[in-house]
């Protein structure tokens, strides 16, 4: 794993399983491979992460709910803080346990423009007050997100960072020194912005930490307006993790007016072939797709005819030749010469990558190959 070169450390998010990649299969690949921390979104998900990956740092970065802190204790987690209720939930669980001072780490996010999570510049002083001295608690990191790092100007990056170090400024005051800072998501890492994070950690006395999701799964992100060279070099070596198949159920020849699936809305203009897929909106593929999207069978690309039913979809296959019950229909990925990218289904769905993994249904049965 050399995605966050040599100045920053990988944390490598593997919430929402995995990005739909399945986090049973990647949290202990991407272990393997030397990311020693893991970034989650709940402590659900950071109880699953334990599970597979005993000896992984898991970060669980979407907050803690009341009546979660003795989990976070009880499995190892570190949460991502900022209000002083997630404090107080994880102090009085670390005392019910019998913690030592400064045994639990948490991670404070500091919100520097997004207006998500993470606290601001008014709330920063009570919050440091609940991890001063003789608390359970240790603030091991702080965090931010980088809300615009695709934007190629960079300019709201820029306004981020300024605000991130104020607020580093501000903690050092209060006497506490974080080993971490923590930021930056897969734009931010291809993008460039490795360099610019690791001298600000260095400057604190911290070490910088990377949360690349997206990359992880072998997509760059999209940078607009224009894309840097950095990151369009990156695309060409990055490879798609995911692939996604189907099969063909049956093939059946309809005449011209026959009308196909729900409300008829694709009518044959011919005599035509079709061919009935495995898969619906019920796992995954997007219903937009219906009439404007075509999948691989035979090497070839056929379009979607009708609309996507919940469990099936159906394809025109009337030009590819010898197309039967059990071919394999690649949803997403490559056959033959032609390839299917999370891009070309977020642009006929009108969304991003990351949705269209995220998306696909738990009852797609996800093998390493
Ligand atoms: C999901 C997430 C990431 C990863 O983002 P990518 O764009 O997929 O790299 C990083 N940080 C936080 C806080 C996130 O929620």
């Known amino acids: 794993m050399t995605l966050a070169a040599g100045d920053a450390e990988l944390l490598a998010i593997v919430k929402a399983d995995a990005y739909g990649h399945s986090l049973a299969l990647c949290a202990p690949a991407v272990a393997r491979a030397g990311a020693r921390w893991l970034g989650v979104t709940s402590v659900e998900e950071g109880v699953a992460a334990r599970r597979l990956c005993p000896d992984a740092r898991v970060l669980v970065i979407g907050g803690v709910f009341a009546g979660q802190g003795a989990a976070v204790i009880e499995h190892g987690l570190a949460a991502v ?9 994880l102090e009085g669980a670390a005392r019910a ?13 500091i919100d520097t423009g997004m207006s998500r999570q ?25 965090m931010t997100h980088l809300f615009a790092a695709d934007e ?10 300024v605000s991130l170090g104020e607020a580093l400024g501000r903690i050092e005051a209060f006497g506490l020194f974080p080993d971490w ?22 400057r604190h006395g911290m070490k910088a930490m990377l949360r690349p ?11 607009e307006p224009g894309e840097p060279e950095a990151v369009a070099a990156a695309r060409r070596r990055l490879q798609p993790v995911l692939s996604w198949k189907t099969r063909v159920v049956g093939v059946r020849t309809v005449p011209a007016g026959a009308v196909v699936g729900y409300n008829g809305t694709f009518v044959a203009t011919e005599r035509m072939q079709l061919a009935l897929l495995a898969a619906g909106y019920g796992d995954g593929l997007d219903r937009r797709l219906g009439n404007c999207f075509s999948l691989l069978v035979r090497g070839q690309r056929a379009p979607l005819v009708g609309r996507i039913s919940m469990d099936q979809a159906v394809l025109d296959v ?42 696909i249904g738990a009852r797609v049965p996800r093998f390493a190959v």
């Open 81 to 89: 803080v900022w209000e002083p209720g997630q404090l107080e939930e």
């Open 181 to 202: 800072l923590n930021v930056g998501n897969s734009a931010a890492l291809l993008g460039g912005e490795t360099g610019r994070i690791a001298a600000m950690a260095e």
């Open 318 to 359: 009337t030009e590819i030749a010898g197309v039967e019950a059990g071919d394999e229909v690649v949803i997403l990925g490559t056959q033959g010469h032609e390839s299917i990218t999370a891009f070309d289904h977020a642009e006929a769905a009108g969304t991003i990558p990351w949705e269209v993994f995220t998306r």
């Open 213 to 223: 999701g997206l990359a992880l799964y072998g997509l760059a992100p999209q940078f």
């Open 118 to 142: 993470g606290v601001s510049a008014d709330g920063l002083d009570a919050v440091l007050a609940l991890v001063g001295a003789g608390s359970p608690l240790r603030l091991e990191g702080v």
């Open 97 to 109: 346990a019998g913690a030592r001072p400064g045994s639990v780490p948490v991670h404070l996010e």
């Open 152 to 161: 190629a100007d960079g300019r709201v990056t820029e306004e981020q960072l």
